[in-house]
């Protein structure tokens, strides 16, 4: 079995009014992380003004303002400015979200295990829960 230091990694954009996420949100995170879902490599923090303007802050720079200032990330720097950029084109005028740059560690085993066998993933797609949901929901609804 190959040994992988790290599983597959996602990059998500959650998006809030204001500048920095409610405690909702923050608990949120740190939910998934304390429960090791996932593991946390990196998280910043994209504002985009009313008139388009991006601003980019990194935890260290904003953990303290919003309660994640306890937070340890694993490996900062996975997100390109290319990554930021395009997801921040998502991010409405006068909003912000939260990247998060995170280690699915369900899956770390997965993948060790197919990289053993020479099988790889050769695509994935996340279908978002409301989606889900509100399919499931209209098919029981017949």
């Known amino acids: 079995m190959s040994d992988f230091t790290y599983g597959p990694v996602e990059l998500m954009l959650i998006g809030f009014e204001g500048e920095r996420p409610g405690p909702e949100i923050v608990d ?25 303007v991006v601003t980019v802050l990194e935890l260290e ?35 912000s979200a939260a990247l998060l740059v995170i280690e699915l560690t369900w899956a770390k085993r997965l993948a060790s295990k197919l990289a053993a066998g020479r099988g790889l993933v050769l695509s994935t797609e996340r279908i978002p829960a409301p989606v889900v949901n509100e399919v499931l929901a209209a098919i029981a609804v017949e």
């Open 28 to 52: 949120a995170f740190r939910d998934v992380v304390d429960a090791g879902t996932v593991r946390l490599l990196d998280l910043l923090f994209v504002t985009r003004s009313p008139e388009g």
């Open 61 to 95: 720079d904003a953990g303290d303002a919003v309660g994640l200032d306890d937070f340890a990330l694993e490996a900062t720097g996975l997100a390109s400015v290319d990554d930021i950029e395009e997801l921040a084109a998502e991010i409405p005028a006068g909003s």
